[in-house]
T-cell receptor, first 112, second 111 residues
Framework: DAGITQSPRHKVTETGTPVTLRCHQT?????MYWYRQDPGHGLRLIHY???????DKGEVSDGYSVSRSKTEDFLLTLESATSSQTSVYFC???????????FGSGTRLTVV | GQQLNQSPQSMFIQEGEDVSMNCTSS?????WLWYKQDPGEGPVLLIA?????ELTSNGRLTAQFGITRKDSFLNISASIPSDVGIYFC???????????FGTGTQLKVEL
């Protein structure tokens, strides 16, 4: 196993509440990514990080923020959850340019 | 952003049949990857392709990097029940570190 864990695995939250998802890796990879998966859309990149405190936006970043204060942890925050953010969220790690990603097992988030 | 068009969207086949799926783009990719996702899990890398025209196998799976660099193909021979899942193509463009994914092909195998 690549040593990547996501928490929580499942969460139900109310509209308007803040939510933080955590991704933890044990392999000291530089690159970390957050994707969301929705039917008909495949996997879409939300944010990614290329080092501690170095992050950038992906294609669907509106309504999301991220932080990376340590190499091993990459946090995704929904400041005020909306129903459109109901999805399955995947974290991924990579050694670097051109290398395939290793994915976590996902977090299923439901916003009611 | 770039889009990867994957087809078919879903397939329902008999055990033992061969399967083919493909991925096309209007942009050039310099790396193509194929992933499989089992229910309740994250995608797992099956095959990586790094050069136009490259043909790579992994057991019963064979993938090809199209000559135009705008497409890729995945074949599964003699399908078995555990082949069930969603198959994603993905690719890198230029010198980027962001992977673009196709919309997936859902494979169902009938015993």
């Amino acid at each position: 196993d690549a040593g990547i864990t996501q928490s929580p695995r499942h969460k139900v939250t109310e509209t308007g509440t803040p939510v933080t998802l955590r991704c933890h890796q044990t392999e000291n990879h530089r690159y970390m990514y957050w994707y969301r998966q929705d039917p008909g859309h495949g996997l879409r990149l939300i944010h990614y990080s290329y080092g501690v405190k170095d992050t950038d936006k992906g294609e669907v970043s509106d309504g999301y923020s991220v932080s990376r204060s340590k190499t091993e942890d990459f946090l995704l925050t929904l400041e005020s959850a909306t129903s459109s953010q109901t999805s399955v969220y995947f974290c991924a790690i990579s050694r670097g340019q051109g290398n395939g990603y290793t994915f976590g097992s996902g977090t299923r988030l439901t916003v009611v | 952003g770039q889009q990867l068009n994957q087809s078919p969207q879903s397939m329902f086949i008999q055990e033992g049949e061969d399967v083919s799926m493909n991925c096309t783009s209007s942009s050039i990719f310099n790396t193509w990857l194929w992933y499989k996702q089992d229910p309740g899990e994250g995608p797992v890398l099956l095959i990586a392709l790094y050069k136009a025209g490259e043909l790579t196998s992994n057991g019963r799976l064979t993938a090809q990097f199209g000559i135009t660099r705008k497409d890729s193909f995945l074949n599964i021979s003699a399908s078995i029940p555990s082949d069930v899942g969603i198959y994603f193509c993905a690719g890198f463009t230029g010198g980027g570190n962001k992977l673009t994914f196709g919309t997936g092909t859902q494979l169902k195998v009938e015993l």
